[in-house]
């Protein structure tokens, strides 16, 4: 007989905040099939940072001598930074097992779920046995999962993906890279700092190339000159065992490494266990949903990557805390605003970016207005020696309000926010450039900068005119 809970939450990642007190009197069940605490805390977000900032900071000590200070970086431990990373991770995704399994009210089922009708599931516990559970309400929350595409999947050949590389024994003497999106970039920055030569292979002719195509260009070009970089490349066949992987490409070239990193994107963890559960799906995989979290069937909720366009931590949040206040508060429905979504790449430069790309606002026909600046043309610019960073901000000139940021360079994460700001509450551009102090020479400069450095009474045919121009 299946066991009856108020609520079952699947995927203990942004769901597992769903347990909020609201339900300290009721039943309620979560249901985990792997490491418990999501993609964020496990493979994704945090542990990756983390690696990030080891990285950043052997990238410092390469680079001191700009500054006149001479400095060498003797050694890179990877163990030790591994260890560090995992030794804080690892408990606290035990402990939050840990909590669910012995909090009076929750109930925690480690296994594979599997729809077997109308908020009703089947559990194959990883412990070897079965649960039959019913709800009154179902939350999905089942995450993602790195995609292989098959030229790699079925070649026999061992590779790594982001849920596996990180917890490595030995840095690799060459790393090789499929893929060019954010989880890509990221990597490559980490194991190039630490002291691996990196070859990233990209069938498309940019790196980055959701991004604006300004930021998408400027960072294609740095990469080149930093790792080995293949764009618009095929890949016709992988081959090799545990000590040479070799990729072989559509135009006839041979990249080699002894490492593979399959960064092809991550994608709805979907497949194979909602075929009874009446929820509908998006043609990519992902469950659909209203605006706020509801599926196509009753009774039955989603958020994060599993239904969501935006693969995004704090967006997960968001749509937890709406979710949570919906499950006990039907007659007032909650829905997370998601119009201006900022997201970041930590990377060498770091990039961050919030609102439309230039391309975005030029296919819809919109009139607008850009201006890049330069890092190295402001103060705490001259300061870093920086060469390289850049912000550009979009802006409607009739109503002048923001219509997207982008920034690559030192703090891009930060420097976004107060444009993030701007956008959400309607701020135009100057309030947001006269309307408070800048601190001076503050690296946010760059941004004020490029906020006045718009031209907001632009000739009518401005979107007619060449963007060098604009």
């Not at 009076?104 to 908020?119: D, R, Y």
Request: aromatic share 6%; glycine share 10%.
């Amino acid at each position: 007989m299946a066991e009856h809970f108020d609520l079952a939450i699947i995927g203990s990642g942004s769901g597992n905040s769903l347990v909020t007190p609201d339900f300290a009197d009721k039943r309620v069940a979560v249901i985990e099939h792997g490491i418990f605490g999501g993609t964020c805390l496990n493979v994704g977000c945090i542990p990756t940072k983390m690696y990030v900032y080891a990285a950043d900071v052997a990238d410092t000590i390469r680079h001191a001598s700009r500054y006149g200070i001479d400095a060498t970086l003797d050694k890179v431990r990877w163990t030790d930074i591994r260890d560090r990373i995992f030794g804080r991770i690892d408990p606290i995704s035990e402990g939050g097992k840990r909590y669910r399994i012995d909090e009076p009210n929750t109930e925690a089922f480690l296994g594979h779920a599997t729809f077997t009708g109308p908020k009703q599931l089947h559990v194959d516990l990883d412990d070897g046995g079965t649960a039959e559970i019913t709800a009154d309400q179902v939350v999905l929350a089942a995450g993602s999962h790195a995609t292989v595409p098959d030229v790699v999947a079925d070649s026999g050949v061992p590779f790594h993906t982001s849920d596996t590389v990180m917890r490595i024994d030995d840095l690799p003497e060459h790393l090789v890279i499929l893929g060019g999106g954010f989880i890509s970039a990221e990597f490559a920055h980490v194991f190039s700092a630490l002291g691996c030569e990196v070859t990233v292979i990209n069938r498309s002719p940019m790196l980055l190339r959701h991004l604006d195509g300004t930021i998408s260009r400027a960072f294609t070009e740095l990469a080149k000159d930093t790792w080995d970089v293949h764009l618009n490349a095929q890949v016709h066949k992988v081959s090799g065992d545990a000590s040479e992987v070799r990729v072989d490409l559509s135009d006839g070239t041979q990249v080699t490494g002894d490492l593979l990193l399959v960064a092809t994107g991550r994608d709805p963890s979907t497949a194979g266990w909602l075929d009874e559960s009446g929820v509908d799906l998006h043609p990519d995989g992902r469950v659909k949903v209203d605006e706020f979290g509801r599926t196509s069937a009753e009774g039955v909720w989603a958020l994060g990557d599993v239904s969501s366009e935006f693969q995004l931590k704090h967006v997960a949040n968001a749509e937890a805390r709406c979710v949570a206040h919906n499950l006990v508060h039907p007659e007032d429905l909650h829905a997370p605003d998601e119009r201006f979504v900022p997201s970041a790449v930590f990377t060498h430069p770091q990039i961050a970016t919030v609102g439309a790309t230039e391309e975005e606002l030029a296919a819809g026909g919109r009139t607008f207005a850009t201006y890049v600046q330069k890092f190295g043309d402001t103060a705490y610019g001259w300061a870093m020696e920086d060469r390289t960073g850049i912000c550009k901000v979009i802006a409607d000139p009739d109503t002048k309000l923001l219509l997207g940021a982008h920034i690559m360079g030192p703090q891009a994460s930060n420097l976004i926010q107060p444009l993030v700001q701007a956008l959400t509450h309607g701020q135009t551009v100057d309030d947001i450039a006269r309307g408070q102090f800048w601190i001076h020479p503050a690296l946010a400069e760059v941004v004020e900068n490029a906020l006045l450095g718009l031209d907001l009474n632009p000739p009518e045919d401005i979107t007619d005119m060449p963007v060098e121009e604009i």
